[in-house]
T-cell receptor, first 113, second 113 residues
Framework: AQSVTQPDIHITVSEGASLELRCNYSYGATPYLFWYVQSPGQGLQLLLK??????LVQGIKGFEAEFKRSQSSFNLRKPSVHWSDAAEYFCAVGARGADGLTFGKGTHLIIQP | GAVVSQHPSWVICKSGTSVKIECRSL??????MFWYRQFPKQSLMLMATSNEGSKATYEQGVEKDKFLINHASLTLSTLTVTSAHPEDSSFYIC?????????FGPGTRLTVT
């Protein structure tokens, strides 16, 4: 069965500091990986996705993620966070739109001034 | 980008009544739509997959008689929570697929009193 693990429930980062959110997955076939962000009471916004090709993918809002097959990881990074980045971040795995996604439990990002 | 809407965004109903939630793809046709449920401060759990013109496929543990899904057209799927109870209170999010990507609606918060 497929699964996604986000080991950090909460992360606190100072504004301007770098950020890395961890994601490990278990998937029987070629994984399609996603990072979403959710603000309180809102739906999901896609930050970036990985289907194939270059293992370093660029997304919106200055985010990037690196797919490492050997480690079954897809960690999200940002070189310098802004206060507006405070939100809940979800990593997800699934097929290319054909199946529903399996989400991790999420990481709550807090930005300190 | 593709836009998915949900209506209503927030609904309060009394225990024992039914409530219908609509999910629409506004600028594309979606052969497949998905329904997710999110409990407070938790992750999204896939409830069912909805294909236009056919019966929905429910995930294990989801009561198909309680959560009725209809996908009558390529742009509309509905979720009806029948005989709602307080434990059905949750945030319901739909998504629709175009090509290889899922686009999420803003969610509907259901409160059953």
């Amino acid at each position: 069965a497929q699964s996604v693990t986000q080991p950090d429930i909460h992360i606190t980062v100072s504004e301007g500091a770098s950020l890395e959110l961890r994601c490990n997955y278990s998937y029987g076939a070629t994984p399609y990986l996603f990072w979403y962000v959710q603000s309180p009471g809102q739906g999901l916004q896609l930050l970036l996705k990985y289907f194939s090709g270059d293992t370093l993918v660029q997304g919106i809002k200055g985010f990037e993620a690196e797919f490492k097959r050997s480690q079954s990881s897809f960690n999200l990074r940002k070189p310098s966070v802004h206060w507006s980045d405070a939100a809940e971040y979800f990593c997800a795995v699934g097929a290319r739109g054909a199946d529903g996604l399996t989400f991790g439990k999420g990481t709550h990002l807090i930005i300190q001034p | 980008g593709a836009v998915v809407s949900q209506h209503p965004s927030w609904v309060i109903c009394k225990s024992g009544t039914s409530v219908k939630i609509e999910c629409r793809s506004l600028d594309f046709q979606a052969t497949t739509m998905f329904w997710y449920r999110q409990f407070p401060k938790q992750s999204l759990m896939l409830m069912a997959t909805s294909n236009e013109g056919s019966k929905a496929t429910y995930e294990q543990g989801v009561e198909k008689d309680k959560f009725l899904i209809n996908h009558a057209s390529l742009t509309l799927s509905t979720l009806t929570v029948t005989s709602a109870h307080p434990e059905d209170s949750s945030f319901y999010i739909c998504s629709a697929t175009e090509t290889y990507e899922q686009y999420f609606g803003p969610g509907t918060r259901l409160t059953v009193t």
